[in-house]
């Protein structure tokens, strides 16, 4: 009971904190509203416990054999966040008036899980700290993967509300559209981390 204690302080603790999920949750919550940002939540709080039980039960083995399998995920994932961030930061509030921007869709958030560099961190660096080799590995998995799903709704609710709490303040075009940019800036700079290490690791390779 007090190491699942312990997995479901991490698991809040990760989970609260800025990172590309919540910003943009906070961002759909500030352009679509709760009610149709609603599949982009459950893709996110369904989505990243799954990912967490896979990666536990198997994905990080594969991985750890090709590692360069796992860069090019990454690199895959950064290119495709730099993108949304620029759409965040370039979407314009009446082009979203008129229905022509959407929401992530159930399905676009689950897998946008896999692309997420927050996300691995976060299911690896749980998996590595709170399995044991004198424990049933599979049952620790799966309760790493409880404690996470138990937070999620919650705490990513949270970034949405808000996000539809500030929908109400920005209703003016131009302070939407600040937002707009300060959110896009803000996604870019979580993924700043990520081109330091994928830089780092593509020149010592090529030295």
Do not use: D
């Not at 997995?7 to 906070?26: E, K, R, Y």
């Not at 090019?72 to 950064?78: D, H, N, P």
């Not at 159930?106 to 997420?116: E, H, I, L, R, Y």
């Amino acid at each position: 009971m007090e190491i699942f204690l312990a997995v479901l302080f991490f698991a809040f603790s990760t989970t609260i904190t800025p990172g590309p999920n919540n910003i943009m949750m906070m961002s759909s919550g500030v352009n679509y509203g709760v009610k149709a940002s609603l599949p982009h939540w459950l893709g996110i709080c369904l989505g990243f416990p799954l990912m967490v039980l896979l990666v536990g039960l198997g994905f990080g083995l594969v991985f750890e054999r090709y590692p360069h399998l796992h860069q090019l995920i990454k690199v895959v994932g950064t290119v495709y966040l730099i993108y949304l961030a620029w759409r965040i930061a370039s979407a314009r509030p009446e082009t979203i008036a008129t229905g022509k921007s959407k929401p992530f869709s159930f399905w676009q958030a689950a897998a946008f899980q896999w692309v997420n560099g927050k996300a691995w961190v976060m299911a690896s660096g749980a998996v590595a700290a709170f399995t044991t080799v004198t424990g049933v590995y599979w049952w620790q998995v799966v309760m790493i993967t409880l404690a996470f799903l138990l937070v999620a709704f919650p705490c990513v609710g949270v970034w949405l509300l808000f996000g539809a709490g500030l929908r109400k303040v920005l209703n003016n075009p131009i302070a939407q559209r600040i937002f707009n940019i300060l959110m896009g800036l803000i996604l870019l700079l979580s993924v700043f981390p990520v081109i330091l290490e994928l830089w780092r690791y593509y020149f010592s390779a090529a030295n």
